[in-house]
């Protein structure tokens, strides 16, 4: 059920999509979409979660924490915010326009941001111990400049699926844009 309604969600829109879309896609009744997933808020939040709640973001943690320079975990965050992008960009697209309309969504993306500013302050913490800025730098700082490069109306979907960049050039170029404004603020 979960993958129909994300590929329902991503083909129509969340408010097109109807619960009994979803259940003839999954070849189940609607009351069993509502039983099992929540309706369509559900199917949404759990979507959400996939996203936030990933494998890759332990990965990324633990990858970070056994760089040893700051250029380590500027490559690793690049390319797990690559990676990030081609696995999860049509549901993070659906929450970001779905939350304009939908209460229920609003919470969820907020909890979202919650997740993501909470796994960039770990990393951010991460550069402090490797020198790479000052204690006045702070986490709140590097997340929202972090957010403002690689973040999901910015980053790669910006780049790529807007501008048809190719992911490498894309890639290096955030990768570039966002140590020179982290070290142009960490130092101001």
Same mark, same amino acid.
């Given at each position: 059920?979960?993958?129909?309604? $994300?590929?329902?969600?991503?083909?129509?829109?969340?408010? %097109? #999509?109807?619960?009994? *879309?979803? =259940? &003839?896609?999954?070849?189940?009744?609607?009351?069993?979409?509502?039983?099992?997933?929540?309706?369509?808020?559900?199917?949404?939040?759990?979507?959400?979660?996939?996203?936030?709640?990933?494998?890759?973001?332990?990965?990324?943690?633990?990858?970070?924490?056994?760089?040893?320079?700051?250029?380590?975990?500027?490559?690793?965050?690049?390319?797990?915010?690559?990676?990030?992008?081609? $696995?999860?960009?049509?549901?993070?697209?659906?929450?970001? %326009? #779905?939350?304009?309309? *939908?209460? =229920? &969504?609003?919470?969820?993306?907020?909890?979202?941001?919650?997740?993501?500013?909470?796994?960039?302050?770990?990393?951010?913490?991460?550069?402090?111990?490797?020198?790479?800025?000052?204690?006045?730098?702070?986490?709140?700082?590097?997340?929202?400049?972090?957010?403002?490069?690689?973040?999901?109306?910015?980053?790669?979907?910006?780049?790529?699926?807007?501008?048809?960049?190719?992911?490498?050039?894309?890639?290096?170029?955030?990768?570039?844009?966002?140590?020179?404004?982290?070290?142009? =603020? &960490?130092?101001?």
């Amino acid at each position: 059920m979960l993958a129909s309604a $994300r590929t329902l969600f991503a083909e129509r829109g969340y408010f %097109a #999509t109807t619960i009994n *879309d979803i =259940a &003839a896609a999954s070849r189940v009744s609607a009351g069993t979409v509502y039983q099992q997933c929540g309706g369509k808020q559900g199917l949404l939040r759990s979507l959400m979660d996939s996203w936030t709640t990933s494998d890759l973001v332990q990965g990324t943690l633990d990858q970070i924490e056994r760089c040893e320079s700051p250029a380590e975990v500027y490559a690793a965050l690049a390319d797990s915010y690559l990676e990030f992008w081609r $696995r999860y960009d049509d549901i993070v697209q659906l929450v970001l %326009a #779905t939350a304009v309309h *939908d209460e =229920a &969504a609003t919470e969820s993306l907020g909890q979202a941001m919650a997740r993501h500013r909470a796994a960039l302050y770990e990393i951010a913490r991460k550069l402090r111990t490797l020198g790479d800025f000052a204690d006045s730098f702070t986490d709140e700082d590097f997340a929202d400049i972090t957010l403002y490069h690689y973040g999901p109306h910015n980053g790669f979907h910006f780049t790529v699926t807007v501008l048809g960049w190719p992911e490498d050039r894309a890639k290096e170029f955030l990768s570039t844009q966002f140590r020179q404004s982290l070290h142009a =603020a &960490a130092t101001n």
